[in-house]
């Protein structure tokens, strides 16, 4: 299969790009790294008069921290972050989340902003950007700028904050140095969509949980963050007991997905199971 | 159309692109690399797996205008003056292969992947290749071609 035809539009820079995206308005996709983009163009779900290449813009891929924030580019590869030594001493769940997305030819060319933007609730990053308070920098028409949190980027099912002829240039990351973590992702095909998935942070003294994070992937129309289970592990020691017990209302007042990888009640009793793995594995690691 | 010039196996080429191109199209179409196949057309399956400046990616999922200014290596680049790559050497030793289909990507993704990790470990070598299916060999004899071209002791 091939798309049908379209324009190529490859801005080398992001006011360039907004101008673009101005002119060509409904009619235009943006593709970052295009390993989601492509398959739907391949398959003809969507049909673009125009695809706006954002790679060969310079300053929108990249590493760097600021004070108590690690701040990544948009169009930085998933490789990228999966090697990087400052995610992994600062962020450790985004690193061990993204290691998870897809496979390795897919994290060479896919990009974390493309992948956050694109909003598919089965995509693992949302939610360990959801536990991680991670801030969204988006850019507007005529360059207005404004930053967005975590829990008011996702909107729905693919649709977050970034409004029409908007982009999404940067990803913030309060540094969470020290802190535990690991990504549950559970799947019946190693490279496939994440049928429920748990990404959890924790802080430890001596062997007590002091803070405790923990975002849900497909267990809704968007991430979404187990609060109580949050609140429950406080204080608690990371013993199975305490963890399991803890972990039993993580999927209270989500409303899953039914669909042939597993109905809806499934995959709730899979929020418990996989929140409880993921909460000893963070703890211990 | 769009002017692409890419330089594909060490050998320079300008051609004129449909936008719409995928890279592996190209390849196959416009330059008769025909060693890179098409598997799924879905992405899922790594047939189409190349180097795109080094690294390995999904051809089928590249426009070939994305390739433009880029180095590409397929699986006809490897061979050198007739002699086979070692990857490509400790497949044939260790009859990693069946049908054949799913080889070209194979070999592609395990030498990014021992460019990443020189001597990895038989869990780390199931996990590079997760994104390559085979429906012949059930991964075994692939696995330990991996092993042998990585000069790691393999078990009988």
Same mark, same amino acid.
């Given at each position: 299969?091939?798309?049908?035809?379209?324009?190529?539009?490859?801005?080398?820079?992001?006011?360039?790009?907004?101008?673009?995206?101005?002119?060509?308005?409904?009619?235009?996709?943006?593709?970052?790294?295009?390993?989601?983009?492509?398959?739907?163009?391949?398959?003809?779900?969507?049909?673009?008069?125009?695809?706006?290449?954002?790679?060969?813009?310079?300053?929108?891929?990249?590493?760097?921290?600021?004070?108590?924030?690690?701040?990544?580019?948009?169009?930085?590869?998933?490789?990228?972050?999966?090697?990087?030594?400052?995610?992994?001493?600062?962020?450790?769940?985004?690193?061990?989340?993204?290691?998870?997305?897809?496979?390795?030819?897919?994290?060479?060319?896919?990009?974390?902003?493309?992948?956050?933007?694109?909003?598919?609730?089965?995509?693992?990053?949302?939610?360990?950007?959801?536990?991680?308070?991670?801030?969204?920098?988006?850019?507007?028409?005529?360059? +207005?700028?404004? #930053?967005? *949190?975590? &829990?008011?980027?996702?909107? @729905?099912?693919?649709?977050?904050?970034?409004?029409? $002829?908007? =982009?999404?240039?940067?990803?913030?990351?309060?540094?969470?140095?020290?802190?535990?973590?690991?990504?549950?992702?559970?799947?019946?095909?190693?490279?496939?969509?994440?049928?429920?998935?748990?990404?959890?942070?924790?802080?430890?003294?001596?062997?007590?949980?002091?803070?405790?994070?923990?975002?849900?992937?497909?267990?809704?129309?968007?991430?979404?963050?187990?609060?109580?289970?949050?609140?429950?592990?406080?204080?608690?020691?990371?013993?199975?007991?305490?963890?399991?017990?803890?972990?039993?209302?993580? +999927?209270?007042? #989500?409303? *899953?997905? &039914?669909?042939?990888?597993? @109905?809806?009640?499934?995959?709730?009793?899979?929020? $418990?199971? =996989?929140?409880?793995?993921?909460?000893?594995?963070?703890?211990?690691? | 159309?769009?002017?692409?010039?890419?330089?594909?196996?060490?050998?320079?080429?300008?051609?004129?692109?449909?936008?719409?191109?995928?890279?592996?199209?190209?390849?196959?179409?416009?330059?008769?690399?025909?060693?890179?196949?098409?598997?799924?057309?879905?992405?899922?399956?790594?047939?189409?797996?190349?180097?795109?400046?080094?690294?390995?990616?999904?051809?089928?999922?590249?426009?070939?205008?994305?390739?433009?200014?880029?180095?590409?290596?397929?699986?006809?680049?490897?061979?050198?003056?007739?002699?086979?790559?070692?990857?490509?050497?400790?497949?044939?030793?260790?009859?990693?292969?069946?049908?054949?289909?799913?080889?070209?990507?194979?070999?592609?993704?395990?030498?990014?992947?021992?460019?990443?990790?020189?001597?990895?470990?038989?869990?780390?070598?199931?996990?590079?290749?997760?994104?390559?299916?085979?429906?012949?060999?059930?991964?075994?004899?692939?696995?330990?071609?991996?092993?042998?071209?990585?000069?790691?002791?393999?078990?009988?």
């Amino acid at each position: 299969m091939i798309p049908v035809q379209f324009d190529y539009l490859a801005p080398e820079s992001v006011e360039d790009a907004l101008a673009a995206l101005a002119e060509a308005g409904d009619d235009a996709k943006i593709m970052a790294g295009g390993q989601s983009l492509l398959p739907v163009l391949r398959l003809r779900l969507n049909s673009p008069e125009k695809v706006i290449d954002l790679s060969r813009i310079p300053g929108l891929r990249g590493i760097s921290e600021e004070g108590d924030t690690i701040v990544i580019g948009a169009m930085t590869t998933h490789s990228d972050v999966v090697e990087s030594e400052l995610v992994g001493q600062h962020a450790l769940l985004l690193q061990k989340t993204v290691a998870e997305v897809a496979d390795p030819q897919i994290r060479h060319r896919g990009t974390l902003g493309g992948a956050l933007v694109h909003a598919d609730p089965a995509g693992d990053i949302g939610a360990a950007a959801l536990a991680l308070d991670a801030e969204f920098v988006i850019v507007g028409p005529g360059g +207005a700028t404004r #930053t967005v *949190p975590a &829990s008011e980027f996702f909107v @729905d099912l693919f649709e977050t904050a970034v409004q029409e $002829g908007e =982009l999404l240039t940067q990803v913030r990351i309060p540094k969470h140095t020290g802190w535990g973590a690991r990504y549950e992702k559970f799947v019946r095909v190693a490279h496939q969509w994440a049928i429920v998935a748990v990404a959890a942070t924790v802080k430890m003294e001596g062997g007590t949980i002091t803070e405790a994070r923990i975002g849900l992937t497909n267990m809704g129309s968007i991430p979404l963050r187990a609060t109580s289970v949050e609140a429950a592990l406080l204080g608690q020691p990371a013993t199975e007991e305490a963890v399991k017990a803890a972990s039993a209302t993580a +999927a209270d007042g #989500t409303n *899953p997905p &039914s669909d042939l990888n597993g @109905d809806s009640d499934y995959r709730k009793h899979l929020a $418990g199971v =996989l929140t409880r793995r993921a909460v000893l594995a963070a703890a211990g690691s | 159309m769009t002017r692409i010039t890419v330089q594909v196996d060490d050998e320079s080429y300008t051609d004129e692109v449909e936008p719409r191109t995928l890279l592996v199209h190209y390849l196959r179409e416009q330059l008769g690399k025909t060693g890179t196949v098409v598997g799924c057309d879905t992405s899922n399956c790594g047939a189409c797996t190349v180097h795109l400046d080094g690294r390995s990616v999904k051809s089928c999922n590249v426009l070939a205008v994305q390739a433009d200014g880029h180095e590409v290596t397929t699986i006809e680049g490897l061979a050198k003056n007739g002699e086979l790559h070692p990857m490509q050497a400790a497949f044939h030793e260790c009859h990693a292969l069946q049908c054949g289909y799913c080889t070209p990507g194979m070999i592609m993704q395990s030498i990014d992947l021992l460019n990443e990790n020189p001597t990895p470990t038989e869990k780390e070598i199931r996990a590079g290749l997760e994104g390559n299916l085979c429906r012949c060999t059930g991964y075994h004899n692939i696995v330990r071609a991996v092993q042998t071209a990585s000069g790691q002791e393999v078990a009988s």
